[in-house]
């Protein structure tokens, strides 16, 4: 009779026990899921083109403007709205985070990289808080705005045979950017690269791509060629 008790006092503390884990994980989950705050997200009309950054959802992460980051999350970066949209299983819901309320994000690329975008103001033309991916991280940053526009095109039918005259459209724009002195717009190219540097600069900076057998023809080259010539000390024109 004594070991039946002793049996059932065992099992009564081990159930408590799981009880309590399980209770303390609760509290953890919740708050995280709470924590993002946002809108339902609207369909985009359907055009020729792409709309998103990715063709399909991708694991990342995200870090509020108060340090705290969540991870694992399922992705997708609107490119033609500028808008971060999160996948929430638990009610297949998809919600568009409010961008003010974000440091940024970050996900695995394709080619195994990280990307890392920045939420941050923009104070130029068309003001307001963008996503920019970080190309460079350094004293002068190398920014990209992936954006993307509905622009009017020739008539053509969609999928469905839908006469339509609406396509989307990439407008990937980079600047330059400074925290003490904002922004200045760049195109991946090597003439406006070399533009971006004082006339004492360009040819010093000219040979040392060349040493580096370094030629600007598209966006990876250009990150390249920047971060060689940074580590020479060399300084961006604003």
Known sequence: ?????????????????ACSAFAQEIPDKNWSLEK??????????????????????????????????????????????DELVYYNSANASQIVIDKISLNGFSFTGTNGKTRIFRQQYYDNFGKGDRYFELLSDGETDLLAYRKVNLNTSTVYKDQQGKLKDMVYDQDYQYYFYSPGKGYTSVRMNQYSFMSKFDKASQKPIKKT??????RIDNEESFVLAWQTIEKEGYQVVF
């Open 1 to 17: 009779m004594t070991n039946k008790i002793l049996h059932w006092i065992l099992l009564l503390w081990a159930v408590n026990c």
């Open 36 to 81: 993002i705050k946002g809108t339902r997200f609207l369909p985009n009309p359907s055009y020729d083109g792409f709309p998103f950054l990715t063709d399909t959802w991708v694991l990342g992460k995200i870090e509020f403007k108060d340090g705290v980051v969540i991870d694992s999350l399922s992705l997708r970066f609107s490119s033609f709205k």
């Open 209 to 214: 791509l060349r040493k580096h057998r370094i």
